[in-house]
């Protein structure tokens, strides 16, 4: 047996002397009750600011995602406006990719399939490009975005020198031009 038991059957008689008042169970089950609906009005109250704030989430976060594609431009534009050199370095890879596409344009006017498939690899590189802006905007100090930004021009300027390089000696070599047709 345990001390508290056994306490209790050694003074029982000392116990049992005193009876609890007429009202005492009417009054614990009050309390009881009070404390019930206190904890379900805090309950509520917790639920309802977890409704509050998981709406709050739903509605804004989308704006942000489907925001403007202007203002997700101009925010880059911010980002360049801070660091000229990166302007610079874009406008200058983009005037040579620019001018070896001008380049390119009458030889491939010749050959459509070639200009279909350069065509597709350079929107692809552009949609990576894309892609890099958005890290870009999100870690402007971060050097390896930008690197990779100069590579993906690098490796257009490349596949534009190859395709003329290509095309070049094409034109100037009409029997290989022929062994190919069909």
Not at 23 to 41: D, N
Not at 45 to 52: E, G, L, Q, Y
Not at 158 to 175: F, S, V
Request: charged share 30%; aromatic share 8%; proline share 4%.
């Amino acid at each position: 047996m345990d001390k508290l038991e056994e306490h209790i059957r050694q003074n029982r008689e000392d116990l049992d002397r005193y009876s609890p008042p007429a009202g005492i169970w009417r009054r614990i089950r009050k309390e009881l009750k009070k404390e019930k609906f206190m904890m379900r009005q805090w309950l509520s109250i917790a639920a309802m600011i977890v409704v509050i704030l998981g709406t709050a989430i739903v509605l804004f976060r989308p704006v942000y995602r489907w925001s403007d594609p202007n203002s997700r431009k101009n925010n880059y534009e911010g980002i360049t406006q801070t660091y000229p050199q990166l302007k610079e370095t874009e406008t200058y890879y983009n005037s040579l990719v620019n001018s070896l596409y001008k380049e390119a344009t009458p030889l491939l006017t010749k050959n459509p399939e070639i200009k279909k498939e350069l065509n597709n690899d350079l929107s692809q590189l552009d949609s990576i490009c894309t892609d890099l802006k958005k890290d870009l905007k999100d870690n402007v100090s971060n050097q390896d975005v930008v690197e990779a930004l100069i590579q993906n021009y690098r490796i257009k300027i490349r596949i534009l020198e190859d395709m003329l390089t290509i095309l070049k000696a094409n034109e100037n070599n009409p029997e290989k031009k022929k062994s190919y047709e069909l």
